[in-house]
């Protein structure tokens, strides 16, 4: 079966910092991968209206994913505004039936901060929903109900760790070793962080933090770099591990599972989290009312989902 994957986190960028090596393996071996954020990443500046960083970040993320060979969509939800109510799961189902994903990979439900944890609920629940017929997403033209729910799986949370500080520990690692300086390439798109993460957060180089960071996921597992990922393991989501078979020659089995090591609390709440840690917030993303899209990337879906074809009106 070949499968797609679609990725969905809450702001651009926190894909490339979680998940984007493993990504890029699956795309560059001809796999069908799309990247997603649920806002634009309005809140991410400190020099420029919402509007305007919000064309600048969705055109860097759809740079990004360019350099995959993936499409980026925007859903429109603005930064601080995602909450899992009515009209904002018709809409993230409305996506999930559009780009038809068998399986799914979103943020953690445990993290530092509310849009990422909102972001996995309204995920989850939209898998579910995508696959129900007589649920009504009321976009103008719908897409189909999916045949089945896509197996859906979490990235790692913000520094790996919970809000209690407690670590998280991934049910795999993914050796991302060659596809690393792609990973890199994929977070220097996004060139408007670099002053944010700076004035905001007191981050000189938020490259050099996502490295420190994959390196030390990667340790979990006794490897050099890598990212780590959970499956959903809730009645009646597939329970076949067809993303562990997508990557399973890079995958490893964190030292903390395999009864013999116990892994150390990652320090990595530095990573865009020195920033969300220290601030509580992250470099941020916004939603836009019509949600810019990339520079090209986006399609027809995108501006329906994310913009007025629904009836419901957006959160925020
Ligand atoms: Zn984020």
């Known amino acids: 079966m070949e499968h797609t994957i679609v990725a969905i986190h809450a702001h651009p960028d926190d894909i490339e910092f979680l998940a984007a090596g493993t990504l890029a393996g699956i795309s560059r ?20 209206d919402p509007n305007e960083i919000s064309q ?23 930064d601080m505004a995602i909450f899992s109510d ?19 990979v979103t943020s953690s439900p445990e993290d530092y901060m509310a849009d990422h944890e909102a972001t996995a609920v309204l995920v989850r629940d939209a898998c579910f929903a995508a696959a129900l017929p007589n649920y009504e997403t009321r976009h103008q033209t719908p897409a189909t109900p999916l045949p089945e729910i896509p197996a859906l799986y979490f990235m790692d949370p913000i520094g790996g760790v919970d809000r209690n500080q407690t670590p998280v520990i991934p049910d795999f690692i993914v050796d991302i070793e060659e596809n690393f300086d792609l990973k890199i390439a994929m ?32 340790a979990l ?7 780590g990922f959970r499956q959903y393991r809730g009645h009646p989501y597939p329970q076949d ?3 562990q078979g997508l990557v399973r020659k890079h995958i490893h089995i964190p030292l903390a599972l395999r009864g013999d090591v116990v892994s150390p609390a990652s320090p990595v709440a530095e990573v865009h989290a020195g920033a969300a840690m220290a601030a509580n917030r992250e470099p941020g993303a916004a939603p836009v009312d019509a949600p810019p899209i990339a520079g ?11 913009a007025s074809a629904l009836p419901d009106s957006p959160p925020a």
Not at 221 to 227: F, N, T, V
Not at 300 to 305: E, F, Y
């Open 29 to 48: 071996g001809g796999g069908r991968v799309i990247l997603a954020s649920m806002t634009a990443g309005d809140c991410g500046t400190v020099s420029q």
């Open 56 to 78: 600048i970040r969705v055109r860097e993320a759809a740079n990004s994913a360019a350099l995959v060979g993936a499409r980026y969509y925007c859903l429109g939800f603005k």
């Open 86 to 104: 009515d009209a904002s799961r018709r809409r993230i189902t409305e996506f999930l039936r559009a780009v038809r994903p068998t399986i799914v």
């Open 187 to 218: 977070l220097m798109e996004h060139k408007s962080q670099k002053e944010w993460l700076r004035v905001r957060h007191g981050i000189e180089n938020y490259v050099s933090i996502m490295q420190k960071w994959t390196r030390e996921r990667g």
């Open 221 to 227: 597992a006794g490897i050099r770099i890598g990212e």
């Open 241 to 243: 591990e067809r993303f």
């Open 296 to 306: 090209g990337q986006v399609t027809d879906l995108v501006d329906g989902v994310a």
